[in-house]
Protein backbone atom coordinates (compact mmCIF):
# COMPACT_ATOMS: atom_id res chain seq x y z
CA UNK A 1 0.00 0.00 0.00
CA UNK A 2 1.94 3.52 -1.06
CA UNK A 3 2.24 5.81 1.37
CA UNK A 4 3.14 9.75 1.11
CA UNK A 5 5.12 10.70 3.83
CA UNK A 6 6.19 14.00 2.94
CA UNK A 7 5.66 16.10 -0.29
CA UNK A 8 7.26 19.38 -1.14
CA UNK A 9 8.15 21.42 -4.11
CA UNK A 10 11.39 22.97 -6.32
CA UNK A 11 9.66 26.04 -7.16
CA UNK A 12 11.04 28.12 -9.78
CA UNK A 13 9.14 31.58 -10.41
CA UNK A 14 8.51 33.90 -12.61
CA UNK A 15 9.20 32.53 -16.71
CA UNK A 16 10.47 29.22 -15.17
CA UNK A 17 7.40 28.91 -13.01
CA UNK A 18 6.32 26.19 -15.10
CA UNK A 19 9.51 24.22 -14.73
CA UNK A 20 8.70 23.80 -10.83
CA UNK A 21 8.03 20.34 -9.56
CA UNK A 22 7.07 18.40 -6.23
CA UNK A 23 9.21 15.64 -4.63
CA UNK A 24 7.51 12.72 -3.03
CA UNK A 25 8.94 10.95 -0.30
CA UNK A 26 7.26 8.09 0.89
CA UNK A 27 7.09 3.82 1.02
CA UNK A 28 5.94 1.52 -1.65
CA UNK A 29 6.00 4.31 -3.85
CA UNK A 30 7.20 2.64 -6.82
CA UNK A 31 4.32 0.56 -7.63
CA UNK A 32 2.10 3.56 -6.78
CA UNK A 33 -0.18 3.60 -9.96
CA UNK A 34 -1.97 6.94 -8.74
CA UNK A 35 1.47 8.36 -8.69
CA UNK A 36 1.94 7.64 -12.25
CA UNK A 37 -1.94 8.64 -13.29
CA UNK A 38 -0.83 12.17 -11.75
CA UNK A 39 2.29 12.70 -12.78
CA UNK A 40 2.51 11.22 -16.77
CA UNK A 41 -0.75 10.01 -17.52
CA UNK A 42 -1.53 7.49 -20.28
CA UNK A 43 1.79 8.54 -21.81
CA UNK A 44 4.73 5.69 -22.92
CA UNK A 45 7.78 5.43 -21.01
CA UNK A 46 11.07 4.43 -20.89
CA UNK A 47 12.37 3.02 -18.23
CA UNK A 48 16.43 3.44 -17.91
CA UNK A 49 17.90 1.39 -15.00
CA UNK A 50 21.07 -0.93 -13.86
CA UNK A 51 21.79 -4.46 -13.54
CA UNK A 52 21.51 -4.17 -9.73
CA UNK A 53 19.03 -2.07 -9.04
CA UNK A 54 16.42 -3.17 -11.91
CA UNK A 55 16.20 -7.18 -10.92
CA UNK A 56 15.66 -5.72 -7.65
CA UNK A 57 12.82 -2.87 -8.37
CA UNK A 58 11.64 -2.89 -12.29
CA UNK A 59 9.17 -5.31 -11.70
CA UNK A 60 7.49 -2.77 -8.99
CA UNK A 61 7.86 0.38 -11.54
CA UNK A 62 5.96 -2.00 -14.44
CA UNK A 63 3.53 -2.82 -11.37
CA UNK A 64 2.88 0.90 -10.92
CA UNK A 65 2.70 1.89 -15.04
CA UNK A 66 0.01 -1.17 -15.92
CA UNK A 67 0.54 -3.64 -18.02
CA UNK A 68 -1.26 -1.78 -20.84
CA UNK A 69 1.19 0.87 -21.24
CA UNK A 70 4.20 1.02 -23.58
CA UNK A 71 7.08 0.86 -21.54
CA UNK A 72 10.73 -0.37 -22.90
CA UNK A 73 13.19 -1.44 -20.34
CA UNK A 74 16.78 -0.36 -20.97
CA UNK A 75 19.29 -1.82 -18.40
CA UNK A 76 22.89 -0.22 -18.41
CA UNK A 77 25.82 -2.27 -16.72
CA UNK A 78 26.50 -0.79 -13.87
CA UNK A 79 29.18 1.86 -12.56
CA UNK A 80 30.31 5.21 -12.86
CA UNK A 81 32.49 3.86 -15.33
CA UNK A 82 29.60 3.31 -17.92
CA UNK A 83 28.58 6.54 -17.47
CA UNK A 84 29.26 7.86 -20.82
CA UNK A 85 28.26 8.60 -24.24
CA UNK A 86 28.84 5.65 -25.60
CA UNK A 87 25.85 4.28 -23.05
CA UNK A 88 23.71 6.93 -23.50
CA UNK A 89 24.08 6.60 -27.18
CA UNK A 90 22.50 2.78 -26.07
CA UNK A 91 19.39 4.52 -24.66
CA UNK A 92 18.80 6.70 -27.62
CA UNK A 93 19.37 3.32 -30.19
CA UNK A 94 16.41 1.26 -27.90
CA UNK A 95 14.20 4.28 -27.18
CA UNK A 96 14.21 5.25 -31.25
CA UNK A 97 13.94 1.37 -32.05
CA UNK A 98 10.78 0.85 -29.76
CA UNK A 99 9.03 4.23 -31.68
CA UNK A 100 9.25 6.23 -29.16
CA UNK A 101 8.46 9.92 -29.79
CA UNK A 102 8.36 13.49 -27.83
CA UNK A 103 5.34 12.05 -25.82
CA UNK A 104 7.25 9.49 -24.22
CA UNK A 105 8.35 9.84 -20.78
CA UNK A 106 11.81 8.52 -19.23
CA UNK A 107 12.07 7.30 -15.84
CA UNK A 108 15.76 6.99 -14.06
CA UNK A 109 15.30 3.89 -11.65
CA UNK A 110 18.95 3.72 -9.67
CA UNK A 111 21.66 5.72 -7.95
CA UNK A 112 23.22 9.39 -9.67
CA UNK A 113 24.61 7.53 -12.39
CA UNK A 114 21.56 6.31 -13.68
CA UNK A 115 19.78 9.53 -12.85
CA UNK A 116 22.58 11.83 -14.55
CA UNK A 117 22.70 9.98 -17.80
CA UNK A 118 18.69 9.89 -18.09
CA UNK A 119 18.30 12.74 -17.29
CA UNK A 120 20.75 13.80 -20.25
CA UNK A 121 19.42 11.41 -22.18
CA UNK A 122 15.98 13.22 -21.52
CA UNK A 123 17.33 16.55 -22.27
CA UNK A 124 18.55 15.69 -25.83
CA UNK A 125 15.53 13.16 -27.17
CA UNK A 126 14.03 14.66 -29.74
CA UNK A 127 15.25 17.87 -28.33
CA UNK A 128 13.46 17.48 -25.00
CA UNK A 129 11.58 15.07 -23.22
CA UNK A 130 9.80 14.46 -20.30
CA UNK A 131 11.62 12.49 -17.61
CA UNK A 132 11.01 11.30 -13.23
CA UNK A 133 13.26 10.47 -10.95
CA UNK A 134 13.15 7.14 -9.08
CA UNK A 135 16.50 7.28 -6.71
CA UNK A 136 17.54 4.52 -5.53
CA UNK A 137 20.51 5.60 -3.37
CA UNK A 138 20.82 7.49 -0.53
CA UNK A 139 23.22 10.40 -2.19
CA UNK A 140 20.51 10.06 -5.26
CA UNK A 141 17.63 10.85 -2.78
CA UNK A 142 19.10 14.01 -1.24
CA UNK A 143 21.75 15.14 -3.75
CA UNK A 144 21.65 14.29 -7.51
CA UNK A 145 17.97 13.72 -8.24
CA UNK A 146 17.22 17.11 -7.19
CA UNK A 147 18.56 20.47 -8.94
CA UNK A 148 17.79 19.36 -12.68
CA UNK A 149 22.06 18.91 -13.10
CA UNK A 150 22.46 16.29 -15.99
CA UNK A 151 25.05 14.33 -18.00
CA UNK A 152 27.68 12.48 -18.35
CA UNK A 153 31.82 11.78 -18.07
CA UNK A 154 33.99 12.67 -20.81
CA UNK A 155 37.51 10.98 -20.57
CA UNK A 156 38.99 14.37 -20.22
CA UNK A 157 36.67 15.29 -17.17
CA UNK A 158 34.09 14.18 -14.61
CA UNK A 159 30.84 15.51 -15.57
CA UNK A 160 31.69 17.55 -18.24
CA UNK A 161 29.01 16.90 -21.29
CA UNK A 162 25.30 17.53 -19.97
CA UNK A 163 22.54 20.06 -19.36
CA UNK A 164 20.04 21.53 -17.22
CA UNK A 165 17.44 19.71 -17.08
CA UNK A 166 14.29 19.44 -14.24
CA UNK A 167 12.34 16.10 -14.05
CA UNK A 168 8.57 16.28 -13.64
CA UNK A 169 8.79 14.85 -10.49
CA UNK A 170 10.42 12.99 -8.07
CA UNK A 171 9.86 10.22 -6.48
CA UNK A 172 12.12 8.72 -3.50
CA UNK A 173 10.68 5.28 -1.97
CA UNK A 174 12.98 5.15 1.02
CA UNK A 175 11.67 1.07 0.87
CA UNK A 176 14.48 1.10 -1.27
CA UNK A 177 17.22 2.13 1.21
CA UNK A 178 17.05 -1.80 2.64
CA UNK A 179 18.72 -3.34 0.07
CA UNK A 180 21.87 -0.04 -0.06
CA UNK A 181 25.15 -1.73 0.97
CA UNK A 182 26.44 0.30 4.30
CA UNK A 183 29.22 2.25 2.54
CA UNK A 184 26.67 3.63 -0.33
CA UNK A 185 24.53 4.79 3.07
CA UNK A 186 27.21 6.22 4.13
CA UNK A 187 28.42 8.32 1.19
CA UNK A 188 24.53 9.73 1.66
CA UNK A 189 24.72 10.23 5.06
CA UNK A 190 27.83 12.48 4.35
CA UNK A 191 25.65 14.87 1.79
CA UNK A 192 23.05 15.37 4.79
CA UNK A 193 25.54 16.32 7.03
CA UNK A 194 26.56 18.92 4.29
CA UNK A 195 22.94 20.23 4.64
CA UNK A 196 23.13 20.52 8.34
CA UNK A 197 26.85 22.24 8.37
CA UNK A 198 25.63 24.83 4.97
CA UNK A 199 22.77 25.86 6.11
CA UNK A 200 20.65 24.49 8.96
CA UNK A 201 22.43 24.30 12.52
CA UNK A 202 19.13 23.40 14.37
CA UNK A 203 18.94 20.74 11.84
CA UNK A 204 22.85 19.47 12.36
CA UNK A 205 21.84 19.52 16.32
CA UNK A 206 18.29 16.96 15.37
CA UNK A 207 20.53 15.04 13.13
CA UNK A 208 23.02 14.66 16.10
CA UNK A 209 20.40 13.67 18.36
CA UNK A 210 19.24 11.12 16.09
CA UNK A 211 21.96 9.45 15.03
CA UNK A 212 21.38 5.97 16.07
CA UNK A 213 18.10 5.64 14.25
CA UNK A 214 19.86 6.77 11.31
CA UNK A 215 22.44 4.60 12.11
CA UNK A 216 19.84 1.98 12.03
CA UNK A 217 18.20 3.24 8.88
CA UNK A 218 14.66 3.71 10.58
CA UNK A 219 12.06 4.72 8.13
CA UNK A 220 10.53 7.87 9.86
CA UNK A 221 13.62 9.50 10.69
CA UNK A 222 15.09 8.80 7.57
CA UNK A 223 12.43 10.27 5.57
CA UNK A 224 12.59 13.37 7.60
CA UNK A 225 15.92 13.75 7.42
CA UNK A 226 15.75 13.47 3.79
CA UNK A 227 12.67 16.05 3.62
CA UNK A 228 14.69 18.15 5.24
CA UNK A 229 17.86 17.89 2.71
CA UNK A 230 15.44 18.14 -0.17
CA UNK A 231 13.90 20.97 1.34
CA UNK A 232 17.40 22.74 2.28
CA UNK A 233 18.57 21.74 -1.64
CA UNK A 234 15.35 22.51 -3.01
CA UNK A 235 15.38 26.04 -1.56
CA UNK A 236 18.93 26.86 -2.81
CA UNK A 237 18.49 25.52 -6.33
CA UNK A 238 15.06 27.92 -6.57
CA UNK A 239 17.12 30.71 -5.81
CA UNK A 240 20.24 29.97 -8.43
CA UNK A 241 19.25 27.36 -10.85
CA UNK A 242 22.51 27.49 -13.31
CA UNK A 243 25.39 27.85 -10.66
CA UNK A 244 25.87 31.74 -10.90
CA UNK A 245 26.43 32.66 -6.81
CA UNK A 246 24.29 30.67 -4.09
CA UNK A 247 23.90 27.38 -5.42
CA UNK A 248 28.22 27.03 -5.10
CA UNK A 249 27.47 26.63 -1.00
CA UNK A 250 26.20 23.05 -2.21
CA UNK A 251 29.94 22.43 -2.63
CA UNK A 252 30.85 22.53 0.59
CA UNK A 253 33.49 20.15 1.40
CA UNK A 254 33.44 19.00 -2.96
CA UNK A 255 36.26 20.87 -3.65
CA UNK A 256 38.97 19.09 -1.57
CA UNK A 257 37.15 16.40 -1.98
CA UNK A 258 37.25 16.25 -5.93
CA UNK A 259 41.09 16.54 -5.73
CA UNK A 260 41.19 13.17 -3.40
CA UNK A 261 38.81 11.42 -6.21
CA UNK A 262 41.31 12.87 -8.66
CA UNK A 263 44.79 11.80 -7.15
CA UNK A 264 43.10 8.65 -5.78
CA UNK A 265 41.84 7.63 -8.76
CA UNK A 266 37.73 7.35 -9.46
CA UNK A 267 36.41 4.99 -7.56
CA UNK A 268 38.65 3.99 -4.91
CA UNK A 269 36.95 6.69 -2.35
CA UNK A 270 33.24 6.83 -2.69
CA UNK A 271 32.30 11.00 -3.59
CA UNK A 272 30.56 10.71 -0.05
CA UNK A 273 33.57 9.40 1.71
CA UNK A 274 35.74 12.01 -0.15
CA UNK A 275 33.14 14.98 0.49
CA UNK A 276 33.63 13.78 4.15
CA UNK A 277 37.37 14.40 4.63
CA UNK A 278 36.59 17.87 2.34
CA UNK A 279 34.14 18.82 4.52
CA UNK A 280 36.51 18.51 7.69
CA UNK A 281 39.63 20.42 6.02
CA UNK A 282 37.02 23.03 5.28
CA UNK A 283 35.53 23.06 8.97
CA UNK A 284 39.26 23.22 10.61
CA UNK A 285 40.16 26.36 8.28
CA UNK A 286 37.41 27.77 9.12
CA UNK A 287 37.96 27.07 12.71
CA UNK A 288 41.12 28.39 12.34
CA UNK A 289 39.50 31.51 10.83
CA UNK A 290 37.67 32.02 14.47
CA UNK A 291 34.46 31.55 12.31
CA UNK A 292 33.83 27.97 13.82
CA UNK A 293 34.01 26.66 17.84
CA UNK A 294 36.75 23.50 18.04
CA UNK A 295 34.41 21.74 19.61
CA UNK A 296 31.88 21.84 16.42
CA UNK A 297 34.79 20.94 14.41
CA UNK A 298 35.21 17.92 16.91
CA UNK A 299 31.51 17.41 16.78
CA UNK A 300 31.47 16.91 12.97
CA UNK A 301 34.56 14.38 13.00
CA UNK A 302 32.96 12.00 15.34
CA UNK A 303 29.60 12.48 13.62
CA UNK A 304 31.08 11.46 10.33
CA UNK A 305 33.08 8.72 11.95
CA UNK A 306 29.80 7.29 13.84
CA UNK A 307 28.71 6.58 10.23
CA UNK A 308 32.31 4.83 9.12
CA UNK A 309 33.34 7.29 6.79
CA UNK A 310 36.73 8.45 6.98
CA UNK A 311 38.02 11.63 8.49
CA UNK A 312 41.94 12.01 7.54
CA UNK A 313 43.15 13.05 4.08
CA UNK A 314 45.24 10.26 2.01
CA UNK A 315 48.70 10.00 3.50
CA UNK A 316 49.99 10.91 -0.15
CA UNK A 317 48.35 13.45 -0.34
CA UNK A 318 49.80 16.78 1.32
CA UNK A 319 48.89 20.20 1.04
CA UNK A 320 50.79 20.42 -1.96
CA UNK A 321 48.69 17.87 -3.76
CA UNK A 322 45.78 19.12 -2.95
CA UNK A 323 46.66 22.10 -4.43
CA UNK A 324 47.68 21.39 -7.07
CA UNK A 325 44.95 18.78 -7.83
CA UNK A 326 42.27 21.86 -8.03
CA UNK A 327 44.15 23.90 -9.75
CA UNK A 328 43.83 21.10 -12.51
CA UNK A 329 40.48 20.76 -11.85
CA UNK A 330 38.58 21.02 -15.06
CA UNK A 331 35.63 23.83 -13.43
CA UNK A 332 38.69 26.08 -12.32
CA UNK A 333 41.29 25.86 -14.84
CA UNK A 334 39.72 29.57 -16.55
CA UNK A 335 39.86 31.58 -12.96
CA UNK A 336 40.13 31.32 -8.90
CA UNK A 337 39.83 28.46 -6.88
CA UNK A 338 36.39 28.83 -5.07
CA UNK A 339 35.99 27.12 -1.66
CA UNK A 340 33.22 26.81 0.74
CA UNK A 341 33.89 27.69 4.20
CA UNK A 342 31.47 28.35 7.65
CA UNK A 343 31.32 31.49 8.40
CA UNK A 344 29.58 29.76 11.55
CA UNK A 345 27.72 26.36 11.90
CA UNK A 346 24.51 26.10 9.45
CA UNK A 347 26.31 29.04 7.39
CA UNK A 348 28.50 28.66 4.31
CA UNK A 349 30.07 31.60 2.58
CA UNK A 350 32.19 31.10 -0.71
CA UNK A 351 36.10 32.81 -0.78
CA UNK A 352 39.11 32.19 -3.06
CA UNK A 353 41.53 33.69 -0.59
CA UNK A 354 42.98 30.20 1.58
CA UNK A 355 46.64 30.36 1.63
CA UNK A 356 48.72 27.12 0.72
CA UNK A 357 49.95 27.64 4.88
CA UNK A 358 46.16 27.11 6.34
CA UNK A 359 45.91 24.22 4.27
CA UNK A 360 49.28 22.93 5.37
CA UNK A 361 47.78 23.78 9.31
CA UNK A 362 45.01 21.55 8.97
CA UNK A 363 46.72 18.97 6.07
CA UNK A 364 50.05 18.66 6.97
N1 LIG B 1 23.31 15.75 -10.71
C1 LIG B 1 23.78 16.13 -9.56
O1 LIG B 1 23.46 17.21 -9.05
C2 LIG B 1 24.71 15.22 -8.82
C3 LIG B 1 25.02 15.46 -7.48
C4 LIG B 1 25.83 14.55 -6.81
C5 LIG B 1 26.33 13.43 -7.47
N2 LIG B 1 26.01 13.24 -8.79
C6 LIG B 1 26.49 12.05 -9.51
O2 LIG B 1 25.92 10.91 -8.90
C7 LIG B 1 26.76 9.78 -9.12
C8 LIG B 1 26.91 9.04 -7.81
O3 LIG B 1 25.64 8.58 -7.42
P1 LIG B 1 25.46 7.40 -6.37
O4 LIG B 1 26.29 7.67 -5.20
O5 LIG B 1 24.01 7.20 -6.21
O6 LIG B 1 26.18 6.18 -7.11
P2 LIG B 1 25.63 5.01 -8.08
O7 LIG B 1 24.55 5.49 -8.93
O8 LIG B 1 26.82 4.44 -8.74
O9 LIG B 1 25.05 3.95 -7.05
C9 LIG B 1 25.91 3.34 -6.14
C10 LIG B 1 25.81 1.81 -6.17
O10 LIG B 1 24.64 1.39 -5.48
C11 LIG B 1 23.86 0.53 -6.31
N3 LIG B 1 22.47 0.75 -5.89
C12 LIG B 1 21.69 1.80 -6.17
N4 LIG B 1 20.54 1.73 -5.49
C13 LIG B 1 20.58 0.57 -4.79
C14 LIG B 1 19.69 -0.06 -3.89
N5 LIG B 1 18.53 0.52 -3.52
N6 LIG B 1 20.03 -1.25 -3.36
C15 LIG B 1 21.24 -1.82 -3.68
N7 LIG B 1 22.14 -1.25 -4.50
C16 LIG B 1 21.80 -0.07 -5.04
C17 LIG B 1 24.21 0.95 -7.70
O11 LIG B 1 23.90 -0.04 -8.64
C18 LIG B 1 25.70 1.22 -7.57
O12 LIG B 1 26.42 0.02 -7.62
C19 LIG B 1 28.06 10.33 -9.67
O13 LIG B 1 28.12 10.04 -11.05
C20 LIG B 1 27.97 11.82 -9.44
O14 LIG B 1 28.67 12.56 -10.43
C21 LIG B 1 25.22 14.10 -9.46
Known amino acids: ???????????????????????????????????????????????VSNDQVGPLYASQVHQGLGEARHVTDVILPDGEAFKNIDTLDGIF???????????????????????????????CFMRGVDFLQLPTTLLAQVDSSVGGKTGV????????????????????DINTLETLPEREFAAGMAEI????????????????NVRSQLLARD?????????????????????DEREGGLRAILNFGHTFGHAIEQVEGYGAWL?????????????????NRGCLDASTVTELEQFLLYFGLPVAAPKDMDAAVFLRAMRTDKKVMSGQIRYIVLSALGKASIVDDISANEMTAVIG
Open 1 to 47: MPTRIHTLHVNFTGISSHRSYPIIIGRDLLADAGFYEDMIGDRPVVL
Open 193 to 208: IKYGCIYDAVFFDWLI
Open 153 to 172: NHPVGKNMIGAFHQPLAVAI
Open 219 to 239: PSVLAEAIKRSCAIKAEVVAQ
Open 271 to 287: HGEAVAVGMLIAAKISA
Open 93 to 123: TAALKDRHERRSVFMALGGGVIGDMTGFAAA
